[in-house]
């Protein structure tokens, strides 16, 4: 008889951190975990654990059987950047942790030191109007045409909007770029 899968499948390959930790001297503090869905960026990616506080039964018996809960905080290098210390304890249960071994450590420690900064990308100050709001401005008699563009830092892309008297690398437009059948657009303005 054939098996069916019922339910979501997921990508995590490897073991729950608090199985790797378990097994380690002092919970693996000072160690090095690496999380396989990280691995496809060509920079390092890891932690290191700094501290490690299983939650063991604590008065309530059966509460944690699989050890699968405690307080993890590490140094988090993400694509060869130090991302300062991180809380892994709602991460922790998910089956995605590898432990690096300690004579691999000084190949990830490399390419942290090795890896090439990435490139900065300049965003102009200002850009076009898009077409019907260009019409719109002109019939309500604004002389204005551009709009000043305004950037989401928050995220941890490295971008910025260019100074006073500096050159942008990334051009913003406003467009259709070309159609699979322009024989549609003929005679639209």
Not at 118 to 133: A, F, G
Not at 140 to 149: D, F, P, Q
Request: proline share 6%; net charge positive; hydrophobic share 35%.
């Amino acid at each position: 008889m054939p098996f069916v899968q019922v339910g979501r499948t997921h990508s995590f390959l490897g073991k729950r951190l608090w199985e790797i930790l378990g097994s380690l001297q002092d919970f693996g503090v000072g160690r090095m975990v690496v999380r396989s869905r990280f691995e496809r960026y060509p920079e390092a990616c890891y932690y290191r654990i700094v501290s490690a506080e299983p939650e063991m039964d604590n008065g309530r018996p059966h509460m944690d059987e699989d050890n699968m809960r405690g307080k993890v905080t590490a140094e988090q290098i993400f694509r060869g950047k130090n991302m300062g210390t991180v809380d892994l304890s709602k991460v922790s249960y998910k089956t995605d942790f590898r432990l690096i071994h300690k004579h691999e450590e000084a190949k990830y420690s490399q390419r942290v030191e090795g890896s090439l900064p990435r490139d900065v990308k300049i965003y102009p100050q200002t850009m076009d109007m898009p077409p019907l709001l260009k019409m719109l401005a002109e019939r309500e008699g604004h002389s204005a045409t551009t709009l000043k563009v305004n950037l989401n830092t928050r995220k941890r892309n490295i971008s910025r909007i260019a100074k006073e008297g500096e050159t942008p690398n990334v051009s913003l437009t406003i467009g259709l770029g070309t159609p699979a059948s322009p024989e549609l657009y003929e005679g639209v303005l």
